[in-house]
């Protein structure tokens, strides 16, 4: 069974400073990675998407990167604002096409 | 706009009231799924339809059903519900196998008495 693991847990940081949000999984066969934005009590945005063949995706101020033999991805987030304040969920989709989450990390961005 | 579009979005019920949560898609994706989530838990998977008339559960399928009629409709049904189910309920479908990722819904905050 696929596990998904989100470090750390919850992140506190001054505006301006970059954010570097960590996703680990267990199992390497998957078929891609979703990075979700998730305000207070409200749905899921997608962010990123990342395909198993693809090493990273960009969108602006995001840049995921994926090491799918380590097991290993990482969302930054450049000059962060207090906008950004939110929690940040790693979704994988592996290749039985079952969906596994992590549990998300907690971002504060301090103004 | 391409959406999953859930209602309604805040209910409050009493125990042993019979419920739906209806949750429609305007992307044409063959698969839909519903999830709940809690807090320390995580979002957990509780039933998802891979096309019409076809539905299998997830992880945390009981005291719910789903039906899937059409291609854009997946209603939650909880024939009756208990405060355990008081949840955050997310509807979510994808093109066939996922390679374009998931599209959510806004959420269903579910509360029974």
């Known amino acids: 069974k696929q596990e998904v693991t989100q470090i750390p847990a919850a992140l506190s940081v001054p505006e301006g400073e970059n954010l570097v949000l960590n996703c680990s999984f267990t199992d390497s066969a998957i078929y891609n990675l979703q990075w979700f934005r998730q305000d207070p009590g409200k749905g899921l945005t997608s962010l990123l998407l990342?395909?198993?063949?693809?090493r990273e995706q960009t969108s602006g101020r995001l840049n995921a990167s994926l090491d799918k033999s380590s097991g290993r991805s990482t969302l930054y987030i450049a000059a962060s604002q207090p906008g950004d304040s939110a929690t940040y969920l790693c979704?994988?989709?592996?290749?039985?096409?079952?969906?596994?989450f992590g549990a998300g990390t907690t971002v504060t961005v301090r103004a | 706009e391409a959406q999953v579009t859930q209602n309604p979005r805040y209910l409050i019920t009493v125990t042993g009231k019979k419920l739906t949560v209806t949750c429609s898609q305007n992307m044409n994706h063959e698969y839909m799924s519903w999830y709940r989530q809690d807090p320390g838990l995580g979002l957990r998977q509780i039933y998802y339809s891979m096309n019409v008339e076809v539905t299998d559960k997830g992880d945390v399928p009981e005291g719910y059903k789903v039906s899937r009629k059409e291609k854009r409709n997946f209603p939650l049904i909880l024939e009756s519900p208990s405060p355990n189910q008081t949840s955050l309920y997310f509807c979510a479908s994808r093109q066939d196998r996922g390679y374009l990722g998931y599209t959510f819904g806004s959420g269903t905050r579910l509360t029974v008495v």
């Open positions: 990342i395909q198993s063949s693809q």
């Open positions: 979704a994988v989709l592996t290749n039985d096409y079952k969906l596994s």
